[in-house]
């Protein structure tokens, strides 16, 4: 075996997005496209020689030929040793569990997320910290510079290794160990959760629907829900991963996931249903014909936390992401903990963790975490609110009420028009910003504006500024309006809105947050012209 030196041309469109580089597959099966990225990630990151780097995806299509390519390359520039999930299969929680366990310098995680998969799809590559995290601005930032004058890269003339087999290969002067994907996350969510209370629950009569949506969590829900914890058979649903998801849209919402939703909402349906992804982040929790807001499903695992062995000693304090609803603030005030509100993305929560600010962290977006890992953590979350279920011996909509008779209820929603003309959806945010000096007095939907701006963060840890996160309309009463980019599309622009408004009155708490929030919709249209300026008379989804 032989390291080789490839001379290369560099791309200029290599920009990480809000998790990693996502492109459609056509465009990573250019020519050196792939590892072009890959050295110029290897390059970004400092002294590396000697040390382990974790290698997974969410199996999607590319998944296997992407990590034949990127072990070669690791083996060329120095890494000793690859521990890489059996078929090329790492969830994201459980790849972020492996770095930190196993000390790793760093990992390469391989997914577009909830995008389509499949060869006229999505693929995506992010690079991993050795806290287990999502790489923070300042790395993403050195990456992208690096791809754009990257030269050359290194490889090993090598056959291809099996990865289907457990167990150590040597490629050149780096050890390749096929590990199972799912033990050590597995052992994890044990040390975490009140197993025995959530068997027993299950045992008692209990019903729950699981769907993996063809995507990365099959095997770890079927081991643990169906394994570890006795949940009948046919529990997970879409349980065995596929290279093209199964041809669905695996972003567990209440539009994507209607297989599952469909079940929910039935006459005889079961007591909880939950989803995943594609790489096993997210989550959506539903009881029996009751769906949890994700904003709403934070503050109440932050409220109940002390039901899981795991967080039983206190939490530290909450953080979530700038559009994700105050929910969880107001429980965060009422047990006395801090709360710290940041830019869209997880990479942004890796710092307050580390420096031991925060234990739980949330998103709108379907995305729930702790300190366990540095990653979002779908199946953790639905581990968390069946060992609460299990304690409280209620039901997910009781347990919701009673949570907003208590703290309130921030309606709230994300309206999101995909696929919109770049330039046009540039034109809706500006729209708003032309107005910042204007609003500010102004009456909309009932309510005074207090403030309006472009969301800025700075990192309480390392003093990093992230600046334009957002556009956002605030009201006095708390209620909120805000617009966003998505950064995560591989085609044209996302608009998201996303609207919320404070409810304190327990007897109009239970409205349907469309209805409730409804004279906030017409005014985030109107005066971001929306409609007009994007083409669209409606949004493309509505969670
Ligand atoms: C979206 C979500 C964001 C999430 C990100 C990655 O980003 O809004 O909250 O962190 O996806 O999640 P954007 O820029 O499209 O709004 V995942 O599950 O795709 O790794
Ligand atoms: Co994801």
């Not at 020689?49 to 034949?68: C, E, K, P, W």
Request: with cysteine.
């Amino acid at each position: 075996m032989s390291a080789s030196v490839i001379a290369v041309r560099s791309f200029d469109d290599q920009k990480p997005g809000t998790s990693g580089l996502r492109k459609k597959v056509k465009v990573f099966q250019q020519a050196n496209y792939l590892e072009n990225f890959v050295q110029s990630v290897f390059d970004s990151i400092g002294d590396f020689s000697g040390q382990t780097l974790v290698l997974g995806g969410d199996g999607r299509f590319y998944n296997r030929h992407a990590i034949q390519v990127i072990l070669k390359m690791a083996a060329a520039n120095g890494f000793s040793r690859a521990l890489v999930g059996q078929g090329g299969i790492l969830s994201t929680p459980a790849a972020s569990h492996v770095i930190r366990k196993y000390k790793a310098y760093g990992g390469l995680i391989l997914s577009a997320s909830h995008n389509p998969a499949g060869p006229d799809e999505d693929f995506g590559i992010k690079y991993n910290i050795g806290n287990g995290g999502p790489a923070p601005e300042g790395v993403t930032e050195a990456i992208f510079a690096r791809t754009k004058s990257i030269n050359e890269y290194r490889t090993l003339e090598a056959n291809d290794i099996s990865l289907d087999g457990i167990g150590a290969t040597q490629l050149g002067e780096m050890r390749v160990e096929i590990i199972d994907p799912v033990a050590d996350y597995a052992d994890l969510m044990q040390s975490l959760f009140d197993f025995d209370a959530i068997r027993a629950l299950l045992a008692g009569g209990f019903s729950m629907k699981f769907d993996a949506m063809h995507a990365v969590t099959g095997p770890y829900a079927t081991r643990i829900l169906e394994g570890d914890l006795g949940a009948s058979a046919g529990t997970v649903m879409n349980g065995i991963p596929k290279e093209d998801f199964g041809g669905g849209h695996p972003d567990p919402n209440l539009t994507y996931a209607h297989d599952l939703v469909e079940i929910m909402y039935a006459d005889d349906a079961p007591d909880f249903g939950a989803a995943s992804d594609g790489d096993g982040d997210r989550n959506m929790v539903l009881g029996n014909g009751f769906f949890v807001t994700p904003s709403d499903s934070l503050a109440i695992l932050a409220a109940n936390a002390e039901c899981a062995p795991g967080y039983q000693g206190g939490i530290a304090g909450i953080a979530r992401s700038m559009p994700t609803s105050a929910a969880a603030d107001r429980v965060a005030e009422a047990m006395g903990l801090d709360c710290f509100e940041t830019p869209t993305g997880w990479k942004f929560f890796g710092n307050l963790m580390d420096a031991g600010k925060v234990t739980l962290c949330g998103e709108e977006s379907f995305g729930t975490g702790s300190n366990h890992v540095r990653e979002k953590d779908g199946l953790w979350a639905v581990l968390f609110w069946l060992n609460i279920l299990a304690v409280r011996k209620a039901s997910v909509e009781a347990i919701v009420s009673e949570h907003w008779q208590k703290f309130g209820r921030n309606y709230y929603s994300r309206h999101d028009y995909e696929g919109v003309d770049s330039a046009a959806a540039e034109q809706v945010l500006q729209t708003v910003r032309d107005q910042f000096a204007s609003l500010p007095g102004q009456i909309l939907a009932g309510r005074i504006v207090s403030a309006c701006d472009d969301f800025s963060y700075c990192d309480p840890i390392d003093g990093s500024v992230s600046s334009k996160q957002g556009v956002r309309v605030l009201f006095e009463d708390g209620s909120r309006i805000i617009f966003r980019l998505s950064g995560t599309g591989t085609s044209g622009a996302t608009i998201r809105l996303y609207l919320e408004s404070f409810e304190d009155d327990s007897a109009r708490q239970h409205m349907d947050a469309q209805d409730a929030l409804a004279d906030m919709i017409v005014a985030a249209n109107d005066i971001s012209k929306l409609r007009e300026l994007s083409g669209r008379d409606r949004p493309t989804v509505i969670t």
